[in-house]
């Protein structure tokens, strides 16, 4: 079987500055998979090279059919859902306003995925009324999540989900998402600077140095690998 999501030696630039040098990855339907890096690696890219929000080339590859030039609207009809770092909420709309906009594309009434969204996230129903910007950081990284989530898409691209939240709140937004690939059968790719954590939630993670894969396996193997100890679990 082919996989979800395939990078085959993929570019990207912004401007003249090279910042991607052809990267190759793939992600099989139903995985999790981590992309570490430190700062610079070129994480983000990879995901806005999918996404064509950055000069890329290359050949990228979903449910077996060549990603064009596709904007965000046209990715959520694929069922691919973008999350990006910063958390990307419309601060001025209430949370269930939020959490329709995460519908748009469908047709027919998103009550049901409501009712599964708060589910997972209980707190969003009582504050379904309340505006977005006025709730914290981890609340604004969940309503993202569950956002993402009313898509009912096949993939999910996650940025830097862990960026600025406490480690508390960084345990329960990737049990969500442990969850959700496990209960719901969502795919996800997800760039992460926590490689600890990263590496325990994914069955598979690339390592990406100056813009290039350096290493890649499984997670368990990776997580004894002498260079990705010292680099990023500091032991």
Same mark, same amino acid.
């Given at each position: ?8 030696? =993929? ?11 052809? =990267?190759? $990855?793939?992600?099989? *339907? ?17 995901? @806005? ?9 290359? *050949? ?31 601060? *001025?709309?209430?949370?269930? &306003?939020? $959490? ?26 009582? @504050? @379904? ?9 981890? &609340?604004?990284?969940?309503?993202? $999540? ?5 898509? @009912?898409? #096949? ?34 790719? !997800?760039? *992460? ?13 690339? !390592?990406?140095?100056?813009? #290039? ?14 260079? !990705? ?7």
């Amino acid at each position: 079987m082919a996989p979800l999501l395939e990078l085959e030696k =993929v570019s990207a630039s912004y401007g003249p500055v090279k910042a991607l040098h052809g =990267v190759s $990855l793939t992600v099989d *339907e139903g995985q999790i998979v981590a992309v570490l890096g430190a700062n610079g690696a070129g994480k983000t890219t990879t995901l @806005r090279a999918i996404s064509h929000t950055v000069d890329r080339d290359g *050949e990228i590859r979903f449910a077996g059919k060549r990603l064009a030039r596709i904007g965000p609207d046209g990715m959520a009809r694929l069922g691919i859902a973008h999350v990006p770092e910063g958390r990307g909420t419309f601060s *001025e709309l209430t949370v269930l &306003e939020n $959490l329709r906009l995460g519908a748009y594309t469908r047709r027919g009434s998103a009550k049901a995925d409501l009712d599964r969204v708060a589910a997972y996230f209980p707190w969003l129903a009582e @504050r @379904r009324n309340q505006q977005a910007g006025t709730l914290s950081g981890g &609340e604004q990284q969940m309503l993202a $999540l569950a956002r993402a989530f009313m898509q @009912r898409g #096949r993939l999910l691209l996650l940025d830097e989900p862990s960026l600025g939240l406490a480690p508390l709140l960084v345990t329960e937004v990737f049990r969500i998402i442990k969850e959700l690939n496990e209960v719901e059968g969502l795919t996800v790719l !997800v760039v *992460e600077q926590n490689a600890h954590i990263a590496l325990q939630l994914a069955q598979t993670a690339y !390592v990406l140095e100056v813009g #290039r894969v350096a290493l890649s396996g499984p997670s368990a193997e990776l997580e004894q690998h002498e260079s !990705v100890r010292r680099s990023y679990l500091g032991y």
